[in-house]
């Protein structure tokens, strides 16, 4: 094998290691609620996983300052809220989950990926 | 205390939860009287003592709870969402113009075949690399932003692909445009790849561009739903008439309607009487009659009278803002069957780039010559076809359209879950009384013995039965008094638990009950034995009506069968759908009824407090089990069922406890939203198999896997052609849903 193809493979095999690191092996941040939430929607959701208490009500705040087309529609699908986001506009939800569980809240194409964990 | 009103538009509403904190956060302000607000026009209406109030602390009141208040400010006919949707699509139109121009002109000036009828000057690199980098940088600056934003959250997503690709093609054709003496030393014929950069930016964005306007067109029915919303009432107010905004109409004004008006609000006709289309609100296409004292429902449309109606129900409580509510509940939630597309997306954009990478290396490695560009060519290829929105879109489009079609036809679906599930359905249980029956017994029959005539004896038993308070004695005087008979005047008047009433009219003692008061009064009924036999193996309770100690007619009584039962339930047997009907009548009466119907399961007998047992016993037989009820006395059976389906009455639609309201009552739209169901889970995993055969299958032809076999490789720009209709393909076919015939 010559020296560029062994440095095509070594570079392709890395590439795809450090693929999967990035993307697939992040450490999830979780972050506590209570009350209300300003949830940045900007290349994703920040912050990306909430943990809320069970029963009780909790606003979340989201602005969209990014104008992806897939940003901006919020979608909880499990308290059935599909939610337009105009640009630069805050735009306040409400949820009061009943039972716990992890809930994920997505872009309305499914792509960006956010969590509510009820405790 | 003087009060003054107040109206302005509010921002940021989206459920009834909003109208409840904007109210209760106004209604805090000192001096403030009075707060109502409008979910459907997102109006806040407040009373308030002007020497305490300022517009600074409602807009303060109002801002506290989340919202941002309009105050003295003109509302806005068009929403803000239309707007930067509007302006969207119009930036979106004209970088596909330029993209397809200046990537046409390129191609042109590149693709073997066509190279040949080309100026000289496209034909050359630097020319071709300014017209590439407008494309590249400008039209497709889109992708690159989102790529950069959702790199920093270590995400990625159809953009990042589509970025990537895109700058490798781009990143290679400028290398060899500018060094190109570099890429002859390795071997390789200097040949740009402008086009194939440029092509792909503008086809994809002509992809986004139809999917944009498609998937407008699959929240329509809301929009149609909200457009229904009269803008004024003319309310009638000390003694005088005026035209005020709909959101300051408060419950108890009293609102005239005239021909061919709109009604504005939920009330109770108080005086006159007309014919009104209500089609948009149930999907019943034949005006109803009211009169005084009947429910008129707000955005329904006044035919031919004038008639003037009670408020009762404003804002966010119409028939209309509930409809409108749970609409949008449904559009949002998740259906089970999405949920393998919900576990695939996380992790399908890394996925594609750790192909991309393996494909470059595989070619690269074992490609043929050159190499290199058979690698970078497959690699942009891998990375163009991917995509992972038409999996995204196929699930909510379709139950959007889905939910949204059944609306407009007077069925509301609670959420996609219950849509689902419908199509599954083996075992319909319709509750009797109120569901496939009126829930009023009627008069059904007059049947004269002897010399009187039809009407005396109506007249007769109406009369004697005026002092009753049994439910089958009200059947028979609301019949006399339809009949606009003079009522007799009764003396001696005796009610006989279990045999019927008895008294003296004009002289004669009169007795009315059932056989045992004849037997009681040794009346012979010989003669009518086997009309009474008939009525009642039809379901009839049959009366009989003595005078002095001859019998001289008989009146069956009976709870009327709704018209449209019959149909309704042969069509959900033609769906292969077994009918069970329960009921807490004797077995006798609902046999008779069952048999009128067509039915063979009955459960007779049985007391409200069993109902949802009995749905429990037909779920354990291993079948999905639907109830049909009136939504309030049936909640826990309706519950209990996997599909629990409400028949709506009037403004009050039982939303909390069905799966499914039926708002128009009418029975043959349950075989319509169970077909609707089927039709549009058949739509979801149409759109589920397109979007994963899709990928699944291209995917490894974009990497080259038909090569070995057939010398075959996907050229990029066909990739990208793919790729821009594959979204717009899952999005038409939940759009084809709209185009289907139900009814």
Known sequence: MSLDKIVVTVASIAGMGFTYWFFLAKKEKEVQVSGSIDIAVEGGYTPEVISIPKGKSVKLNFLRTDSTVCLEEVVLGDFKIRKYLPLNQKVVIEVTPERSGEFIFTCGMNMYHGKIIVK | MNSDKKTFSIKGMHCASCVAAIEGSLKKVDGVLEATVNLATEKAMVTFDPERVTDERLRSAVSNAGYQALINEEAKTESDEEKEKQKELRDLRIKVIVSLVLGGL????????IIKTAPVFLKNFWVQLFLATPVQFWAGFAFYRATISALKHRTANMDTLVAIGTTVAFGYSAFVTVLPQLVIKIGIEPMPYFDTGTIIIGLILLGRYFEARAKAGTSEAIKKLIGLQAKTARVVRDGKEADIPISEVIIGD?????????????????????SIDESMLTGESMPVDKITGNIVVGATMNKTGTFTFNATKIGSETMLAQIIKLVQEAQGSKAPIQRLADSVSSYFVPVVIMLAFLTFAVWYNFGPSPTLLFALLNTVAVLIIACPCAMGLATPTAIMVGTGKGAEHGILIKDAESLETAHKIKTIIFDKTGTLTKGQPEVTDIIPIGSISRDELLKLAGSIEKGSEHSLAEAIVRAAEAKQFMVSKVEKFQAIPG?????????????FGNKRLMDKESIDIGSANKEIGEMENNGKTVMMLGIGNKLVGLIAVADIIKESAKEGLAALQKLGIEVVMITGDNQRTATAIGKTLGITRILAEVLPDQKEAEVRKIQAEGKVVAMVGDGINDAPALAAADVGIAMGSGTDVAIEAADITLINKDLRSIATAIILSKKTMRTIRLNLFWAFGYNVILIPVAMGILYPFFHLLLNPIFASVAMATSSVSVVSNSLLLKRKKFF
């Open chain 2, 499 to 511: 045999h019927g009433v008895e008294g003296v009219i004009d002289g004669a003692r009169v007795v």
């Open chain 2, 254 to 274: 009293s609102i005239r309607v005239r021909p061919g008006e709109k009604i504005p609000v939920d009330g109770i006709i108080t005086d006159g009487e007309s």
């Open chain 2, 106 to 113: 390129i191609l042109w000036g590149s693709f073997p075949g």
